[in-house]
């Protein structure tokens, strides 16, 4: 079974404050990994998502996210945050080869990022 | 071109009432996925449709829920007999006929309080 882990549930920063968030999995296989965005109020929204190739992965809002295969991280990362990122953060992940459950993906458990002005 | 739609937003029920929450996919798509959000915690996948078939049940709970996606019309998640530890948000998915590796793109989610 796979599981997925984000060790912080609530992080707060100033504007401009470079931000990381965790994200640890544990899978047997190949795996797709992801970045959810989930806005006040608002549906999960793809934020960048790693199949293969470079492991550092650029997605939207200038986030970027490095894949650690030896760590088992997914790391979200983003230089200068904006008032405007505050949201909650869902890292999850899919076996690549898991074909009978489709898209089936794991989440972790969140992490709540609040952006001071 | 709209999203993945889900309805209502909200819905409260009382104790052992029945609960019917609708999700229409993404045009194009066929596999559904619905997920449940406890406060404070993360989603957790319950049941993935394709047309008129369960493809994989593995978290949904074995009684009073039960999930369809009908050839004509949209999903249905039915929880029988709300209790309180029901109410949560409920995600739902839908993606198009590809790989494993489609993105998921996500509805606004139905809020279910049970009183």
């Known amino acids: 079974a796979q599981s997925v882990s984000q060790h912080n549930h609530h992080v707060i920063l100033s504007e401009a404050a470079s931000l990381e968030l965790g994200c640890n999995y544990s899978?047997?296989?190949?795996?797709?990994l992801f970045w959810y965005v989930q806005y006040p109020g608002q549906h999960l929204q793809l934020l960048l998502k790693?199949?293969?190739?470079?492991?550092l992965v650029k997605g939207i809002k200038g986030f970027e996210a490095e894949f650690i295969k030896s760590k088992f991280s997914f790391n979200l990362r983003k230089p200068s945050v904006q008032w405007s990122d505050t949201a909650e953060y869902f890292c999850?992940?899919?076996?690549?080869?898991?074909?009978?459950?489709?898209?089936?993906?794991?989440f972790g458990g969140g992490t709540r990022l609040m952006v001071k002005p | 071109n709209a999203g993945v739609m889900q309805n209502p937003r909200h819905l409260v029920r009382r104790r052992g009432q029945e609960a019917r929450l609708r999700c229409s996919p993404m045009?194009?798509?066929?596999?559904v996925y619905w997920y449940r959000q406890l406060p404070e915690e993360g989603l957790k996948f319950m049941v993935y449709?394709?047309?008129?078939?369960?493809?994989?049940e593995s978290g949904m709970p074995k009684e009073r829920f039960s999930a369809e996606f009908p050839k004509e019309g949209p999903s249905i998640l039915r929880i029988q007999q709300v209790v309180r530890g029901d109410s949560a948000a409920y995600f739902c998915?839908?993606?198009?006929?590809?790989?494993?590796?489609?993105?998921?793109?996500f509805g606004n989610g139905t809020r279910l309080t049970v009183t």
């Open positions: 998915a839908s993606s198009p006929d590809r790989p494993p590796a489609a993105p998921l793109h």
């Open positions: 899978y047997g296989g190949t795996v797709n």
């Open positions: 790693y199949f293969s190739g470079d492991p």
């Open positions: 999850a992940v899919n076996g690549a080869m898991n074909n009978n459950a489709g898209n089936m993906l794991t």
């Open positions: 045009k194009g798509h066929s596999h």
């Open positions: 449709l394709q047309k008129e078939n369960i493809i994989d």
